[in-house]
Nanobody, 124 residues
């Protein structure tokens, strides 16, 4: 069983920045595909970004404003988000996919473990 825990959410003014962190347990963290999804009430959980080994993947909504990275020594993944907009307000979830991997990093159905989520609120 892998424990996934997010941190770093909060309230930020539009145009500001935020860094989310996610730790996942286990001795083979470097092999996990890690991802961020977000969800607003009444909507489906949507893909934000993922990282497989050192290769990043981004949704169109955050590409150019977000940077995903990982520190395998600390078992931690990060999402730096800049120029935040009100549309970024959501609960952000971290997910881990262990081998054998799902086919599509942007599909939430391919992930094995999820965190409880962290709220990000962008105000103007």
């Amino acid at each position: 069983q892998v424990q996934v825990v997010e941190s770093g959410g909060g309230s930020v003014q539009a145009g500001g920045s935020l860094r989310l962190s996610c730790t996942a347990s286990g001795p083979t963290f470097s092999t996990y595909v890690m991802a961020w999804f977000r969800q607003v009430p009444g909507s489906e959980r949507e893909f934000v970004a993922a990282i497989r080994a050192e290769k990043p993947y981004y949704s169109g909504s955050v590409k150019g404003r977000g940077t995903i990275s990982r520190d395998n020594v600390k078992n931690t993944m990060y999402l730096q988000m800049n120029t935040l907009q009100s549309e970024d307000t959501a609960v952000y979830y971290c997910a881990a996919d262990l081998p054998p991997y799902g086919v599509n990093v942007a599909s939430l159905y391919g992930y094995d473990y999820w965190g409880q989520g962290t709220q990000v609120t962008v105000y103007s």
